[in-house]
């Protein structure tokens, strides 16, 4: 397996307030991908990275930033999380070929 | 944007039976991917294809460019088969995957 954890796994919050989410590999992949995925809508992109400091928005990123300080870490940042946001995050990492790597995901419930 | 479908939502077959999932995308693409969550469970990639045909085992992949369209098939299905199978969609280079919103499958002994 692909050495991508996702920290925490779980997580309860109150609307208006800030939560991080964190991607870390071991793998030293250059792209490095966050997801959600809803039920009906299946999984969306929010922000993609393609290198340290080097993002890109998706389908989904209002509401959401990211940071990539090291090729090994990803942030998701909800600054201020609405009960919209409540969903299952999936981070994922991409090696040279494509082919994608998905961490065991993040549940997020905004109360 | 690509627009990804798939069919069938949900399928429910036979343990033995020979499963065919369908992919149509819109845009032309750099490859193609078929995904497997089990419930509950993360996710794990089967194919990525740009052309052709690939086979890990029981599980064959085929995609027609000119007609964008992918195929995921099962043979000898059997239960530990029972899962989401997702399609999704890559653009160029780093692009992250469009989805499509995946088959149901329930293989029953």
């Known amino acids: 397996d692909a050495g991508i954890t996702q920290s925490p796994r779980h997580k309860v919050t109150e609307t208006g307030t800030p939560v991080t989410l964190r991607c870390h590999q071991t793998?030293?992949?250059?792209?490095m991908y966050w997801y959600r995925q809803d039920p009906g809508h299946g999984l969306r992109l929010i922000h993609y990275?393609?290198?340290?400091?080097?993002?890109d928005k998706g389908e989904v990123s209002d509401g959401y930033s990211v940071s990539r300080s090291k090729t090994e870490d990803f942030l998701l940042t909800l600054e201020s999380a609405t009960s919209s946001q409540t969903s299952v995050y999936f981070c994922a990492i991409a090696d040279r070929f494509g082919e994608q790597y998905f961490g065991p995901g993040t549940r997020l419930t905004v109360t | 944007k690509n627009e990804v479908e798939q069919s069938p939502q949900n399928l429910t077959a036979q343990e033995g039976e020979f499963i065919t999932i369908n992919c149509s995308y819109s845009?032309?693409?750099?490859?193609l991917h078929w995904l497997q969550q089990h419930p509950g469970g993360g996710i794990v990639s089967l194919f990525m294809l740009s052309s052709g045909k690939k086979k890990h085992g029981r599980l064959i992949a085929t995609i027609n460019i000119q007609e964008k369209h992918s195929s995921l098939h099962i043979t000898a299905s059997h239960p530990r088969d029972s899962a989401v199978y997702i399609c999704a969609a890559q653009g160029g280079g780093a692009d992250g995957l469009t989805f499509g919103k995946g088959t149901h499958l329930i293989i029953q002994p």
């Open positions: 990275s393609y290198g340290v400091k080097d993002t």
């Open positions: 793998e030293n992949h250059r792209y």
């Open positions: 845009v032309g693409i750099s490859a």
